[in-house]
């Protein structure tokens, strides 16, 4: 799956909507503890594609401008608009399998990593790309992707085209990979139960 001319137009769309040119947004940092679990469903995914997990070279943040916002709004959007929503068990008859979308179908797992990997292949370091397990505002387990910023740390999620500070998604905050290594996970926050599973 390319997104091509897609990004360029959704990019150009973001622009020209008011306040696409005023000042950049700015968020928090989360506080993040001691290294966790790491989900079933990451580990499996590297075990199919590992090229996609290895250490990363180095490690630093996005730095955050109009032209890093608009390509990073154009990609949530894009990716937000293009793939069918559908959970692992009807997909996959598994109840969590974490796959790039392929055949434009997935959960919100699948939804992140290929956000992740179109944001790689624009040039954005993956050590910047982390993917976090939180509890929705129901209670249940799903996935969204941090992206961290020299302006504070935000988050693009399958549910909204809206990008906003980590702590202002209402989300209550779980895990997510270290930023040094991605096969390490570290907790968020106050310790919290992790869900069995993500799944929408």
Excluded at 167 to 195: C, H, L, M
Aim: with cysteine; proline share 5%; net charge negative.
């Amino acid at each position: 799956m390319f997104l091509g001319a897609a990004v360029s137009v959704a990019a150009v769309a973001y622009a020209a909507t008011p306040g696409a040119a005023g000042s950049l947004p700015s968020a928090t940092f989360a506080p993040t503890g001691g290294a966790t679990s790491i989900p079933y469903g990451w580990v499996d995914f590297c075990r199919r594609n590992a090229g996609e997990c290895e250490a990363h070279d180095t490690v630093r943040d996005i730095r955050l401008t109009a032209k890093t916002l608009k390509t990073i709004a154009a990609v949530n959007k894009w990716v937000n608009g293009n793939i069918e929503p559908l959970s692992d068990m009807a997909h996959w008859g598994v109840a969590d399998h974490w796959d790039y979308p392929d055949d434009g179908r997935g959960d919100c797992e699948d939804y992140l990593l290929l956000k992740r990997k179109h944001l790689v292949e624009a040039g954005f370091p993956a050590s910047a790309l982390l993917v976090t397990v939180v509890k929705d505002k129901k209670g249940e387990g799903h996935a969204v992707l941090t992206v961290k910023t020299d302006r504070g740390e935000f988050i693009l999620d399958n549910m909204t085209d809206k990008i906003v500070s980590w702590d202002k998604t209402g989300y209550r905050f779980v895990k997510r990979q270290s930023q040094e290594a991605p096969n390490v996970w570290v907790t968020i926050g106050e310790p919290t139960e992790a869900p069995a599973y993500v799944s929408r």
